[in-house]
């Protein structure tokens, strides 16, 4: 049991500051306040976090936390709350821990007892998601889709039969093999491409995967791709065998099988009490 009362104590704070996706007025004057009253701020890159805070004259000692160097990282910031330092963590841009590091030191700090305050702020997934025209809630943010076509394809199948709208993030360069793959296994469902967002060429390109992939050539900028939900039934569809091989392989790895049934409904869209059914049939 972990309660947090953000205001009420003295302990020392990890703030999470989001910063501008593109605009600099997005910039909130709390965020500046925070970043200004730290002790220490993590940033990704000191080069881009330094022309952040130059031209809001934020001259406060940064540190680098980044995916490979996130055990050291994530020890030294907890060193730092723990001599009683505040520390502010930023990404790039928007907010961090989305598709960004920062999942280690939070979850250690917040299990030893410090203060985790986040700060609202610039979020590129649901600029586009408000925006996209398409069901707003419930969703679903997947970030990015793995690299390689085998992978990519199988993450897809796995949210295939999920009702909810669908956030994915894309680099340019791989925008349209991304959507190839979505039509491939999605359909050809109705789809919102978000790029270059608060900035002055921000576009927004709606309608179905069909339809945009003649426009993606050439496109740049981060994108956020948003895709309606599933709307069909893919039941007919479900290879069982591939559902129980999923079940057995996750129990000889040492789930227990209800936690196992658990996780692979939840990766599948499958029912549990048909995963259950498969389970109880296989054993007699």
Avoid: W
Avoid at 18 to 33: C, D
Avoid at 41 to 50: F, L, M
Avoid at 128 to 135: D, E, K, M, N
Avoid at 244 to 264: D, K, P, Y
Wanted: glycine share 6%; hydrophobic share 40%; with cysteine.
């Amino acid at each position: 049991m972990n309660r947090q009362k953000s205001f009420e104590n003295d302990k020392p704070t990890l703030y999470l500051v989001p910063t501008p996706i593109g605009n600099l007025s997005e910039m909130t004057p709390r965020a500046i306040e925070v970043l200004k009253s730290v002790d220490v701020i993590a940033c990704e890159d000191t080069r881009t976090s330094g022309q952040l805070l130059k031209h809001f004259e934020i001259k406060n000692r940064l540190i680098t936390y980044q995916n490979f160097n996130e055990d050291p990282a994530a020890k030294g910031i907890i060193n730092l709350l723990s001599q009683g330092h505040n520390v502010a963590l930023i990404s790039d841009a928007g907010y961090p821990l989305i598709s960004d590091p920062g999942q280690r030191v939070v979850s250690e700090a917040s299990a030893m007892g410090f203060n985790v305050v986040p700060l609202s702020g610039p979020n590129a997934m649901l600029n586009a998601l408000v925006a996209s025209g398409l069901v707003v809630q419930p969703f679903l943010f997947a970030g990015f889709l793995p690299a390689g076509r085998t992978d990519c394809l199988k993450k897809l199948r796995e949210y295939r039969s999920y009702p909810m709208t669908l956030i994915f993030y894309e680099a340019p360069h791989r925008i349209e093999k991304m959507m190839k793959n979505c039509l491939e296994v999605l359909g050809d469902r109705r789809c919102c491409i978000a790029r270059e967002l608060t900035k002055m060429h921000e576009e927004f390109l709606r309608g179905t995967i069909r339809e945009l992939l003649p426009e993606l050539a050439g496109l740049k900028g981060e994108m956020v791709v948003v895709i309606e939900g599933n709307r069909d039934d893919y039941s007919s569809d479900v290879d069982y065998g591939e559902i129980l091989t999923m079940v057995n392989e996750a129990v000889a790895a040492g789930m227990t099988t209800s936690a196992a049934i658990r996780q692979i409904a939840s990766e599948t869209g499958v029912s549990k009490n048909k995963i259950y059914e498969l389970v109880h049939q296989q054993e007699n």
